[in-house]
Nanobody, 122 residues
């Protein structure tokens, strides 16, 4: 079992940045790949970024490449999402998730956090 708690969301102006954190409980954090997903009002949940167990490999959806960076600190049981140059279309609830591999499919993730709201004003 892994429990995930996101933090760091908030209201930011377009062009600004935020860093999301996701703290995991348990001793097996390093055995999971981690992903970030987001869901905007009226839309389906979508993949944002993923990172493998060691942190050596990352994946991004095309719309955030070059602006977002996913990283992890296995000693702190935490995964991060640094978001720069935010746009109004980035507004969503952001969720972190733990799974067996760094898939873009939400079905591959067994554990989910409760989400944190990110709102980008224009």
């Amino acid at each position: 079992q892994v429990q995930l708690v996101e933090s760091g969301g908030g209201l930011v102006q377009a062009g600004g940045g935020l860093r999301l954190s996701c703290a995991a409980s348990g001793r097996t954090f390093s055995s999971y790949a981690m992903g970030w997903f987001r869901q905007a009002p009226g839309k389906e949940r979508e993949f944002v970024a993923a990172i493998n167990r060691s942190g050596g490999t990352t994946y991004y959806t095309s719309s955030v490449k070059g602006r977002f960076t996913i990283s992890r600190d296995n000693a702190k049981n935490t995964v991060y999402l640094q978001m720069n140059n935010l746009k109004p279309e980035d507004t969503a609830v952001y969720y972190c998730a733990a799974g067996a591999d760094g898939s873009i499919s939400s079905d591959r993730y067994a554990y989910w956090g409760q989400g944190t709201q990110v709102t980008v004003s224009s």
